[in-house]
T-cell receptor
Framework: DQQVKQNSPSLSVQEGRISILNCDYT??????FLWYKKYPAEGPTFLIS?????DKNEDGRFTVFLNKSAKHLSLHIVPSQPGDSAVYFC??????????FGSGTKLNVKP | NAGVMQNPRHLVRRRGQEARLRCSPM?????VYWYRQLPEEGLKFMVY????????ESGMPKERFSAEFPKEGPSILRIQQVVRGDSAAYFC??????????????FGQGTRLTVV
């Protein structure tokens, strides 16, 4: 069962504009959400996280928004840079259990 | 503090051979996770281990696959009698135990297994 879903397999954005990556989840027990970035032939690297007690967390150009009622989170990157081009995975877990990952969104930032 | 170390980075096995993938977690991390990524797909959970314990192996195929995380040494993912469908990138991640606080998992570079 796919408890974390990323419905957009790819996204193309112009350099300097905002990138918005979306993620939906089905398990209301999830209380911790994360975004990872992955380059080809490398392991995923942690980007930003948010606890379910918050609705927003910001770190530099990256902001994650959580809408618990809609079971939806999003990652905003502004301004987008060509180096941001990668596959982005959202993940969720609860009670220190395994991390559930979405299928990923491939972001292409055009110069 | 070195990151999560996986070896080998690349592994080629003939059908029917055994594959052993190793993962050394970050220092101080007691939780290890294994994920598999098939070409053009996302990260699929395989198994979650703590030292000497398998916590969740719901993602492991019932046959040929096993994992361990001994008291000393790295975590091992073992695939017996490999088949072509086992060809994938296998990622290990580790996280610390922080009491009642959630923490992120840190990933290794992965082992790319090719079965010929």
């Amino acid at each position: 069962d796919q408890q974390v879903k990323q419905n957009s397999p790819s996204l193309s954005v112009q350099e300097g504009r905002i990138s918005i990556l979306n993620c939906d989840y089905t398990n209301s027990m999830f209380d911790y959400f994360l975004w990872y970035k992955k380059y080809p032939a490398e392991g995923p690297t942690f980007l930003i996280s948010i606890s379910s007690i918050k609705d927003k967390n910001e770190d530099g150009r990256f902001t994650v928004f959580l809408n618990k009622s809609a079971k939806h989170l999003s990652l905003h990157i502004v301004p987008s840079q060509p180096g941001d081009s990668a596959v982005y995975f959202c993940a969720a877990n609860s009670n220190f259990n395994k991390f559930y990952f979405g299928s990923g969104t491939k972001l292409n930032v055009k110069p | 503090n070195a990151g999560v170390m996986q070896n080998p980075r690349h592994l080629v096995r003939r059908r029917g051979q055994e594959a052993r993938l190793r993962c050394s977690p970050m220092k101080g991390h007691s939780h290890v996770y294994w994920y598999r990524q098939l070409p053009e797909e996302g990260l699929k959970f395989m198994v979650y281990l703590q030292k000497e314990n398998i916590i969740d192996e719901s993602g492991m195929p019932k046959e040929r696959f096993s994992a361990e995380f001994p008291k000393e040494g790295p975590s091992i993912l073992r695939i017996q009698q490999v088949v072509r469908g086992d060809s994938a990138a296998y990622f290990c991640a580790s996280s610390p135990f922080e009491g009642n606080m959630n923490t992120e998992a840190f990933f290794g570079q992965g082992t790319r297994l090719t079965v010929v």
